[in-house]
């Protein structure tokens, strides 16, 4: 014999299925209501013009009935206290659920497949080497929570073709927490979304820094959102070299991210440190990136320009194709 409180839950679940079916028994009602059209050829007769009106109205009066009975049934006290114990249950099931892993978990259904990443490739017979990004300078730190700001202040005053920014989806006023979405642009090339979350590793000794969670970078004229993947096959191979390089080396520092897509302001112009050519077989430019580390002076003889808060170098553009060669 079933129990009080089996029995109970199962004509919750009755009630509750019985509205689940009135739900969908309405749901095509507004459809229907605004597929129908006003009669307007003057040149019918009014019997006829009656006749059709009235076939007109009856699906209308009764989708509006259907409604009407809908209403009545949610509010319906039996049906209210059902839906209360729905939605309690709701919520205590919610706090157990791991957030954070379902998040990650949709990141990568979504994330493009990331290219293999370097890590130390030689550059010429002399032995020199690069690497995948430039590292911190001891004096640096990583960008934390109470740094930010003066990160994103700093970067815009030094950098006249790119610009970065605090993104938020409706203009609220920007609130720092774990994870922060920025855009970082350049103008009539490229922007990209960086979303950031908060790590283990901290800046110091009392706050943690952000780490680099995702990157997705799109054509100048595209609109996209944070989560959405470009059009166009340049900004989707700069998004998977990124991603492998993210892969690799999940401790890259933001200023260093910065760095790369800085040096992205010529993607269309500056050809590839291997093969001198800017457009590859398959009509990429060299949307690849290896650091070359730098004591006095680059390749051309010009000195190095410092770059605040990362070691001296420059950045060698390498078509995909080349970096495996």
């Known amino acids: 014999m079933d129990s009080p409180e089996l029995l109970a839950l199962q ?11 009135k739900l969908d028994s309405i ?36 989708s509006f009935e259907h409604v009407k009975k809908f209403c009545e049934v949610v509010e319906a006290e039996e049906l209210q206290a059902v839906l209360k114990v729905v939605n309690e249950r709701g919520d205590v099931d919610s706090k157990s659920l791991d957030w954070k ?14 290219d293999e990443p370097p890590s130390k490739v030689d550059e010429s017979a002399s032995g020199s080497q690069t690497q995948a990004f430039p590292h911190l300078a001891e004096h640096a730190k990583r960008v934390a929570p109470s740094t ?13 073709k790119s610009t970065l920014r605090i993104w938020v989806p409706h203009n609220p006023p920007p609130a720092l927490g ?6 970082f642009t350049i103008v009539d090339v490229l922007f990209a979304y960086l979303t950031l979350e908060v790590s283990d590793d901290g800046a110091t000794a009392s706050e943690s820094a952000y780490a ?22 340049v900004f989707k191979k700069l998004t998977q070299f990124i991603s492998g390089v993210l892969a690799s080396h999940p401790d890259m520092p933001l200023q260093s991210l910065i760095s790369l897509l800085d040096s992205c302001k010529d993607l269309f112009l500056v050809p590839c440190k291997s093969c001198a050519r800017v457009l590859s077989e398959n009509h990429i430019p060299p949307v690849a990136r290896l650091w070359r580390p730098a004591e006095s002076k680059n390749s051309d003889g010009d000195e190095v320009q410092l770059l605040e808060d990362l070691q001296e170098g420059e950045w060698h553009p390498r078509h995909p194709t080349c970096l495996r060669k």
């Open 11 to 21: 004509s919750q679940l009755q009630r509750l299925e019985s509205l689940a079916e």
């Open 212 to 233: 680099i969670e995702s990157v997705n970078v799109f054509g100048s004229r595209e609109q996209k959102q944070p989560h959405s993947h470009s059009e166009y096959s």
């Open 178 to 183: 774990d994870i922060v979405v920025l855009r």
């Open 27 to 62: 749901r095509s009602a507004p459809t229907a209501i605004l597929n129908l059209r006003p009669l307007s050829d003057i040149a019918v007769r009014h019997d006829q013009i009656k006749e059709k009106q009235d076939k007109l109205n009856s699906p209308i009066t009764e």
């Open 148 to 160: 930010l700001f003066d990160y994103i202040k700093s970067h815009n005053r030094r950098n006249s």
């Open 101 to 114: 892993a379902i998040r990650e978990s949709r990141k990568r259904k979504h994330a493009l497949p990331p």
